[in-house]
């Protein structure tokens, strides 16, 4: 064989396994922002069958542009022992505070590696458009590649099987808000409808983050930003503890309850 048709074959049937190795899994999460890749690892570390469906080329979501490109975040005290766990470095903000800055593409990079070392498997380039619903209850995602989805093409699309389905679409909450359009579900809201972000409040912002990471119709779970949005909560820029701690509070909500179901 040639080393051309090595090459091919070796990709296409290393893939091929990959993708039908998580046709049914334990958590597909949508989105691979950091509040996702934080639950990916956690949820992988304790066992579960986990996968990430990213639309763009590079999972990671906000963190790359840091805060209007200049590529550093900041990290509350309260957040510091997730990146120590992925090996991320932090400086502390000499004004003190209990903030510290922490290199975005490190961040980044730290949290995909992270994951993936942790045992959860990304897809990348891979849109989720819809969603399974049967019995009253989501159970998967419809997928596509997004570059098919951005030509227009009219390419039907292909599915995966989830016990549970993440929104960490981030500010879209996009699978949350077809859930509501398509199977006219009724959120776990105070209004049973997503009530929308609201404008900037740094503090209030980062604990809503955390509040709201939770089961909002059964089997559709909501973090990071995604869940924000869902809940109404302020919104609040460069600051990341928030979506670290969301993305540890979602994997032990999802430990909970599949391990009662
Ligand atoms: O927005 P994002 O980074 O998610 P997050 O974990 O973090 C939010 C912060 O980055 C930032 C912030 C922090 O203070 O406010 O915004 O909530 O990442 C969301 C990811 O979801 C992908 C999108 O490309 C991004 O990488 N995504 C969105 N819609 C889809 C999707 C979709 N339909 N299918 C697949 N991926």
């Known amino acids: 064989m040639s080393t051309e048709n090595i090459i091919t074959r070796a990709i296409i049937e290393r893939f091929s396994r990959k993708l039908t190795d998580n046709l049914q899994l334990d958590v597909a999460l949508v989105g691979g922002g950091p509040s996702a890749l934080v639950a990916a690892a956690e949820l992988a570390c304790r066992g579960y069958k986990v996968a990430i469906f990213e639309k763009s080329l590079a999972p990671g979501g906000g963190v790359w542009g840091g805060g209007m490109l200049f590529n550093e975040v900041v990290v509350q005290d309260n957040a510091l022992a997730i990146l120590d766990d992925f090996k991320i470095r932090h400086y502390p903000v000499p004004a003190g505070e209990g903030y510290h800055t922490v290199d975005a593409v490190e961040m980044a990079a730290g949290l995909i ?12 380039a891979i849109a989720v458009e819809d969603i399974v619903f049967q019995d009253g209850r989501v159970r998967g995602l419809v997928i596509n590649w997004q570059s098919v989805r951005k030509l227009g093409m009219p390419v039907d699309p292909l599915t995966v099987i989830a016990r549970a389905v993440v929104d960490a679409t981030g500010h ?66 460069p600051i990341f503890g928030g979506m670290l701690l969301s993305g540890r509070k979602l994997a032990e909500l999802i430990d909970r309850n599949l391990r009662g179901s």
């Not at 590696?113 to 990348?124: E, K, P, S």
């Open 113 to 124: 590696f992270g994951a993936l070392q942790a045992g959860a498997t990304v897809f990348n």
């Open 172 to 237: 879209p909450c996009e699978i949350i808000r077809t859930a509501t359009a398509k199977a006219q579900v009724r959120l776990a809201t105070e209004t049973g409808a997503v009530m929308g972000e609201r404008p900037m409040w740094v503090d209030n912002g980062e604990q809503d983050t955390v509040a709201s990471t939770a089961e909002y119709y059964p089997g559709l779970y909501a973090c990071g930003m995604s869940a924000t949005n869902v809940t109404g909560g302020y919104r609040m820029g």
